[in-house]
């Protein structure tokens, strides 16, 4: 068999070599190999952020240990003495927790005491307590919508705000309730069913019962 004539290589203008052919195709084997390595890389990279992307999607997360906890009842206890009535402190059943206890001051100057309530459901309840309250922050804190009906809780009726089906803004007044007594106002709005909204109101009988008529000095410490 006829042995195959050396290639020639243009650049050179003559034929090759047998250790440019050897160098050359090291080379060439070389750079195979490196555009296989990358290509292998990217394709792992792909591979993971896949499996990452799997991961957070299918994988149940539980952020109940992030959510802040507040002892709102020892808040309480301290915001007391910066109001002249009754602080509401309500007594709540296992799994009601808060992530917010504060006194607050409305755009009209009314100051109020707040707290935020989490039903084991993880609706929302707010608390606000204001004291010497006007029309002007009742309405605010229920979003400016009207009363829908009354209901009588532990022998205290409460004024029914039910704006979920209302293609109002409403926040999360979704639904609220208030109630007064002596200088306290007290409102109860949030995204929670009616039977949580009525369990806190229940909750509170003994404060608004605790509350000093308008006028009267307050000795009574926080609570429910």
Not at 73 to 98: D, F, I, K, Y
Not at 156 to 175: H, L, M, P
């Amino acid at each position: 068999m006829a042995q195959k004539p050396p290639r020639v290589v243009a650049e050179l203008g003559r034929p090759e070599t047998f250790e440019e052919t050897t160098a050359r195709k090291a080379e060439q084997s070389r750079k195979y190999r490196a555009n296989k390595t990358i290509n292998n890389l990217w394709l792992s990279l792909i591979v993971c952020v896949a499996v990452v992307i799997v991961i957070v999607l299918l994988v149940p997360r539980d952020d109940t240990s992030q959510r802040q906890t507040i002892d709102y009842r020892s808040v309480a206890t301290s915001a007391q003495a910066a109001l002249p009535v009754p602080v509401a402190a309500p007594e709540l059943p296992a799994g009601w927790s808060s992530n917010a206890a504060e006194i607050r001051r409305g755009n009209d100057g009314v100051a109020y005491w707040y707290v935020g309530l989490l039903t084991p459901s993880n609706t929302f309840v707010a608390l606000a307590q204001g004291v010497d309250a006007n029309d002007s922050w009742l309405s605010d804190q229920v979003h400016d919508t009207a009363a829908s009906s009354t209901i009588t809780v532990d022998g205290i009726q409460w004024t029914v705000y039910d704006n979920r089906t209302t293609s109002q803004n409403v926040g999360n007044a979704e639904y609220a309730l208030t109630a007064t007594a002596g200088r306290s106002t007290y409102v109860l709005y949030g995204t929670a069913d009616d039977a949580d909204f009525e369990l806190v109101a229940a909750a509170l009988a003994s404060n608004l019962a605790a509350q000093p008529t308008a006028g009267a000095a307050s000795t009574t410490g926080a609570g429910s």
